[in-house]
Nanobody, 125 residues
Framework: QVQLVESGGGLVQAGGSLRLSCAAS????????MGWFRQAPGKEREFVSA???????????GYADSVKGRFTISRDNAKNTVYLQMSSLKPEDTAVYYC???????????????WGQGTQVTVSS
């Protein structure tokens, strides 16, 4: 079993930045894709970004079109942690952000096995 714990959410003004962290414990997720989804009030959960396992050639990343160029995902296998650096934040980025593991690089919510409890990100205009 894998436990995922997010941190780093909060309130920020439009144009600002935040960095989310997700620490995994339990079974190692070193060989798994890790990533982020988000859910805004009244909307379905949507894919944000994911990063593949790190191999000898590096790792691959995927991003939703809405965050490309503004968000950057990375992972530290030594710490079993994945990060989401969010810049140029917009009010429409306001949502609960969920860490996920054990799914495809880009996929639907039903394809991910492990989920964190979520962390709130609020962007004020």
């Amino acid at each position: 079993q894998v436990q995922l714990v997010e941190s780093g959410g909060g309130l920020v003004q439009a144009g600002g930045s935040l960095r989310l962290s997700c620490a995994a414990s339990g079974r190692t997720v070193r060989s798994n894709v890790m990533g982020w989804f988000r859910q805004a009030p009244g909307k379905e959960r949507e894919f944000v970004s994911a990063v593949s396992a790190i191999s000898w050639s590096g790792s691959s990343t995927g991003y939703a079109d809405s965050v490309k160029g503004r968000f950057t995902i990375s992972r530290d296998n030594a710490k079993n942690t994945v990060y989401l650096q969010m810049s140029s934040l917009k009010p429409e980025d306001t949502a609960v952000y969920y860490c996920v593991a054990g799914g495809p690089l880009v996929g639907g919510a039903h394809e991910y096995v492990y989920w964190g409890q979520g962390t709130q990100v609020t962007v004020s205009s």
